[in-house]
């Protein structure tokens, strides 16, 4: 069982992965923004981070920037709903996302993607 941290300002979104992943038996936290999702992961040994990257305070961007350089072997998903502006996940990516998905996102693609790099 693999512990994932969601770090998502949208409750819904959050309520609607822990779902998710809870069913593929993962052990799921959850953050309300970036600073909060840092200490969560500082405070538990987390296997993969899912990471909205539009959230007010500590963004999805400055907190992946963070994650990665702190934690060499961090793997972060980065996710938006700005819609059509590929710029935030290319960003993403270079700040060390190993994926991205503009939301809404296909839950069972996601799904994949999670235990693809788990497996890594």
């Known amino acids: 069982m693999a512990t994932i941290l969601v770090i998502d300002d ?4 959050r309520s609607l992965l822990k779902e998710v ?10 953050a309300r ?32 920037l963070q994650l990665t ?4 072997d961090a793997k972060v998903i980065a996710m938006t709903g ?6 935030f996940l290319d960003v993403a990516k270079l700040f060390g996302a190993r994926r991205v998905f503009e939301k809404p996102f296909d839950l069972d693609k ?3 993607a999670v235990n693809e790099e788990l497996a890594k």
Do not use: C, F, W
């Not at 949208?10 to 979104?13: G, P």
């Not at 992943?21 to 959850?30: F, G, M, P, S």
């Not at 700005?82 to 710029?87: I, P, T, W, Y």
């Open 33 to 64: 923004d970036g600073r909060e999702g840092l200490t969560l992961y500082q405070q538990n040994k987390v296997d993969l981070v899912l990471m909205d990257i539009l959230m007010p305070g500590t963004d999805g961007l400055e907190t992946t």
């Open 110 to 112: 996601l799904v994949q």
């Open 10 to 13: 949208e409750e819904s979104i």
């Open 82 to 87: 700005a819609q059509g502006d590929r710029n």
């Open 21 to 30: 992943l809870e069913k593929a038996n993962h052990r799921v936290l959850l």
């Open 69 to 72: 350089r702190e934690y060499l």
